[in-house]
């Protein structure tokens, strides 16, 4: 038995038709595209790249971007002013602050200088906050309006576009970054399934990984889990991002976790695909809000 | 075999002094005593009874209260504007608006207009927020400074002083409410235990709770977690506060439960009397914040 695999790749490229319907329907009734913007400080190859890639896709779906950089050696009020500057203008609808910043900077205040309107990564404590407030999905939400990080949104959207129940559903998120494994498990839960969250802390883990309908890995360690760790017809959602050797691999053993699990997401081509989609959502989302 | 009872009666009795002594030497330094100010509108007469308590509670301690309370039809821009007042006001430290509001209210509103700063109950998104993307205990957190709700403050207390070890171990919440299972569940995340969140729609709600080494029930169900529901030697800390006739019960079935657990709360007299000792805390600690 094999498990059907959830191509993140292939439902990138068929929503991809959608957001640029919903830029062009926007700019139309607008008269402007919605646009980000990106802080960076210093020269991070990593953040370069990243920036590089997030222009072009962003461009090529019709939406505006706009990179500022700042030196590496940039103070605290410099980084802040700036996000205040981008705050005020209206001409940006998503704020994103590359990290690393420079040292000796203290990152909790810039994302707090970030408007939660603008702040389309979902890192501002007050849509964190919203997040874990808001009541289970298909009642009234019952705090205002959030953005959730693009990458466990991704997660969801291959849940949801491929149909999986997770009312009920025992869902295992191995990880708790904010980024990814936090907010995972606050978007599972408003989705009703009843959620365990796991780290390098936990006791037992492959134990606790076996009792998952939903597994999803957010840990950054290359084929950390086994075949034998995945309940026989689970569900894996794999948001590992790890090199080993040349290639790229997520943090579930792909080749043993494939004969064992009902779905999964391959590394590349899984969740990887969708957080750019995601996030385009969120900045068409902001720039929506901006003009009420 | 029977448990050991965590008595929170005790161990908020033991506390009081804490307190007494955190709040004298608060008003020796700065001539003025730690404030909170409740808000109501309209008559709810469990609203009114339990901020009768909490006046006695407070000014027995030596803390300063204010009551302000609204008509039962006050709208929607009188509360806020009242909210807005107390944030401004210098002799008020806390702030803590009543459930619940008048019909049509809207209440995440209300929260958010509370200076994150006087919000003494945790209830503002910004403090839920802060909460949920602290590193865990022992280093820095990376957030700015938040408050916790009293009552899941309250269990973790009881587990702190009474030296149960968390780290790795399995800790299942059962209920998943703002105010006491969310938050619950993230303060267990920072001591690094594994944390799983069940509700209502969990498939094996007695499955998952077996499989607890730390359970806590915070559903509102009287004597809904059987004795069969708990792993021998598990530690329970029972939120419940429910009525079976005229008896005040958990959500735990304690005379089961008693002869399998390794420790448990009881009720009355076991969270319950933590909650005001946590939020008397929480007011000390606004009221050293603010003078900063």
Same mark, same amino acid.
Do not use: C
């Given at each position: 038995m094999s498990a059907t695999i959830l191509s993140g790749s292939e439902l990138a490229k068929s929503m991809r038709a959608e957001i640029e319907a919903d830029v062009q329907a926007f700019v139309k009734a607008?008269?402007?595209?919605?646009?980000?913007?990106?802080?960076?400080?210093? /020269?991070?190859?990593?953040?370069?790249?990243?920036?590089?890639?997030?222009?072009?896709?962003?461009?090529?779906?019709?939406?505006?971007?706009?990179?500022?950089?700042?030196?590496?050696?940039?103070?605290?009020?410099?980084?802040?002013?700036?996000?205040?500057?981008?705050?005020?203008d209206k001409t940006v609808h998503g704020i994103m602050v590359q990290e690393p910043l420079p040292k000796g900077i203290d990152e909790a205040a810039v994302k707090e200088?970030?408007?939660?309107?603008?702040?389309?990564?979902?890192?501002?404590?007050?849509?964190?906050?919203?997040?874990?407030?808001?009541?289970?999905?298909g009642r009234p939400p019952m705090v205002g309006p959030f953005f959730v990080p693009a990458t466990p949104a991704g997660g969801m959207e291959i849940l949801k576009r491929n149909k999986v129940n997770l009312l009920g559903k025992h869902a295992v998120v191995v990880g708790r970054s904010n980024i990814v494994g936090k907010p995972m498990a606050l978007l599972l839960l408003r989705e009703n399934a009843s959620v365990s969250i796991c780290h390098s802390q936990t006791a037992d883990l492959p134990g606790m990984c076996r009792t998952a309908?939903?597994?999803c890995a957010a840990v950054g360690k290359a084929n950390m889990i086994k075949g034998?760790?995945?309940?026989?017809?689970a569900i894996v959602i794999d948001f590992g991002v790890n090199?080993?050797?040349?290639?790229?691999?997520?943090?579930?053993?792909? /080749? /043993?976790?494939?004969?064992?699990?009902?779905?999964?997401?391959?590394?590349?081509?899984?969740?990887?695909?969708?957080?750019?989609?995601?996030?385009?959502?969120?900045v068409i989302e902001a720039a929506k809000r901006q003009v009420k």
């Open positions: 607008h008269g402007y595209a919605p646009t980000a913007a990106i802080v960076r400080a210093g /020269e991070d190859p990593a953040s370069i790249s990243y920036s590089n890639a997030l222009e072009k896709a962003l461009g090529a779906r019709g939406l505006g971007f706009k990179l500022h950089t700042l030196p590496g050696n940039a103070s605290q009020k410099e980084i802040v002013g700036l996000v205040a500057k981008l705050n005020a200088a970030m408007s939660p309107d603008k702040d389309v990564d979902g890192v501002h404590p007050v849509n964190t906050g919203r997040l874990a407030q808001a009541a289970p999905a309908d939903i597994l034998y760790w995945i309940k026989p017809g090199f080993a050797g040349d290639k790229m691999v997520g943090d579930v053993d792909f /080749e /043993e976790a494939v004969k064992v699990a009902g779905m999964i997401t391959p590394v590349p081509g899984g969740t990887g695909p969708m957080t750019n989609i995601m996030l385009m959502k969120n």
